[in-house]
């Protein structure tokens, strides 16, 4: 799998802002890049940047995993009631 690169000529510019000074993240609609104050002007904005993260969560498989000396930490939000930092067996 090969990914895309870009140079500071050619990055991709903020959908809504269209702003060349800030980096953007594929977490608009459709994978639009938007850039990190855009994604947080509003409530509508944040939901849909936290859809597109968990699609790129739910492609990476069962992780992902932050390796820990007391063993694998699961990075995704856990289920509701549960605590955070839940050890995984």
Do not use: H
Not at 13 to 23: F, V
Not at 44 to 57: I, M, T, W, Y
């Amino acid at each position: 799998m090969s990914y895309p690169t870009w140079s500071l000529e050619s990055w991709p510019t903020c959908i809504i802002c269209n702003s060349p000074k800030n980096e953007t993240r594929p977490y608009g609609v459709d994978g639009s890049p938007v850039c990190f104050p855009c994604m947080q002007a509003s409530p509508e904005r944040e939901a849909e940047a936290r859809k597109q993260l968990d699609k790129v969560f739910d492609l990476a498989g069962p992780g992902p995993f932050l390796l820990t000396s007391a063993g694998p930490m699961s990075l995704r939000k856990p289920p509701r009631g549960k605590k955070k930092g839940v050890r995984l067996s």
